[in-house]
């Protein structure tokens, strides 16, 4: 064994300091970590931040409003995966304004606690365009003059050459000045932090975080944690969003599935790779390096004309599986993009996935061809240096129906619609994107509207049923779309797409479907895990709702927001399947306890860190309480099951000559959805008709302020 005796100068897992920077008055002072630390980190740090100081009702454009970015006892510890931030705010585009966390891999999380912070809180505003740079404890704020109304691309190469390449920098772009609702933090040139918080840092007048780290890390037991990390890569991990099978024929699998992202195979290369092109091949399980080749994700995502312009799959700190395109593609720069463009899910697919379906015969251009790969590079290298965030695809739907269904043309004032080349979508003419973008991003046009969210721009505009079509994909009334809902599990995503403030970015039970594993394989584990086979349901074949699939989506909702805490990979986590037949395929859901005891040296059960998860949950959830209007419009209302947790109508009304559970649809019941909120609020120990916090929940999660701060507003049923 290992000498596990701890320094007690030391600190373990957590730094210890949070960083409070006050841009008004251009103060910076250090607090402890300790009094949070009940919340593990990331996104439970990040919200009891702003649960005990932004005030219920604040303006999210306001200096009182406050930006918090905080990584994990994990990140930057030699961890696998473990390499993102969560950065919670106000939301700038869904209703009231509620409590939201954006998420981002790159480097920036490391860059954070390496220089010894666990969280770096931003409030106040600046009169003047500032950036923020943090050298270890050595904290700045200075002009950025030079870099406002620059790109993220320029802003990040300004600001390397001026403070050092060794600096990570988090950047807003001109969406984000502007205070446009939908613009987003970048890093790493292509990393994506959206929900609108990039507009918050603009109205701060705050253009960047640049960060560099030179402090170690200390973890308790550094060779349990390289153990652990050597059987993970050899026996559990898997690909992208943990697809554990190949996605076609190989010597060595007994299975296979056509759409696993582990998209490696003989003949596929990197083609314009350094030195010339580099085969992925077949990486077997076992082989601990080459898992980086499993997910040629440029493949995936555009087709077999991806493969020659692909330099590279990349990736964010500390991570093995490397899901990020770095390409090549000179038709985009020719027709105002970027050359180079590099992205690990929606940009990279923005015209393919969510434009030509809707375009119809408006556009030629058919999905996974050399064309529409030019076109997803235009507007994914564009979008990100414009900071212009898409609200996974949702932008890109919009723009695609208001020009299709002619409301651009009804709403748009004669000069401005005549100011963009529309007929570019029908004349296969991707030099249109870049206008319409950076006009969007200006926010000072009509057009910019749509930048707003649907919230906004369907009323405006007088195109409220767009909202209740499919096509749109909005699932939440109150202004976000579907991410991964009811085609994941029925029941089961249709839970968890209704519990935040925007789109839920759980992936927990997405990759669990996708894993690539005959259906009769993931019945058995889905049995071990949640209970019964009958948490799972074949795709397109769903059941009624039962406490199974109610666990399995309690189980989503908290290994997201325990992964978001840590902070961990949630694409690849958790491990619940295996690539390795001798394991029987099955995972490791223990790992996420085993490493926090190898990093923090303290005693924890999955169990544990499970109760954590959904405490955190339980915290947002309190503080969403406090702000969310009720019918007449009086804030403060803990009734979320007919005013918060309220889905669209079409995923009820779709395919309208096929019944409800009956093979061939996604449709769902709205009685039986009323039965899965019931069980899912029980699973929380929520009041069961109103889907609020209780007294005795919080008592159970060991939350006496909060509890005492509900009750003195009169939002606990059982009070």
Known sequence: MADTTLDAGKSYGWTGKI???????????????????????????????????????????????????AVGPLTATGVPLAGRTTIASLSTYTKDHQVIDAHTGGMIGAAIKKAGWDAIIIEGASQEPVYLVIDDDDVRIKSADKVWGLGTRATTEALSRVEGTDFCVATIGPAGENLLPYACIINSRNHSAGAGTAAVMGSKKLKALVVRGTQPIYVADPQEVADLSDYMLREIVGSNNNHVVPSTQQEWAEYFDKGSRWTAQKGLTWALAEGGPIETGEPKPGEINTVGYRCMKSFKDEGPEAEKYTIKMDGCHSCPIHCYSDMRVPASAANGGYEITGNTCVPNFPFTNYMIGILGDKTPVKAQSEDALVWDQVFGSTMDDLGLWCNYGQIYRDIAHCYAAGVFERVLPAEEYAAINWDGFMNNDPSMVPPLLTMIAQNDSELAYVGHGPLVWTERWDDMEWNDTAASCMINPRGWPVHHAHECFGQVGLLYNMVFNRDDMIHSA?????CG?????????????????????????????????????????????LHDSLTLC?????????PTAARDYRGDLDLEAKFMKAVTGEDYTTEDLYKMGAKITTLQRANTARGMTDAAGAMGTNDFRNIHDVVTEWPYTMDPDIPVFTEGTNKMDKEDFQTALTMMYECFGWD????????????????????????????????
């Open 570 to 578: 949630n694409w690849v986590w958790p491990m619940t399947m295996s």
């Open 517 to 561: 594993l005959p259906f009769e394989l993931k019945q058995q584990i889905a049995a071990e895990v949640w209970g019964d086979a009958s948490a799972i349901d074949p795709d397109k074949n769903y059941t009624p709702m039962n406490e199974y699939k109610a666990n399995f989506a309690w189980w989503s909702i908290v290994t997201d927001v």
């Open 19 to 69: 960083l409070r920077v006050n841009l008004t008055d251009g103060t910076v002072s250090v607090t402890p970590t300790d009094p949070y630390k009940e919340y593990l980190g990331g996104m439970g740090i990040a919200n009891k931040i702003m649960y005990d100081e932004v005030p219920a009702g604040t303006d999210p454009l306001s200096p009182e409003n406050k930006v918090v970015f």
């Open 510 to 514: 997405v990759n669990f479907q996708g």
């Open 688 to 719: 069961p008709e109103l889907g609020c916090p209780t007294a005795e929940c919080l008592d159970y999660y060991d939350m006496p302020d909060v509890k005492e701060d509900l009750a003195a507003l009169g939002l606990l049923p059982d009070a």
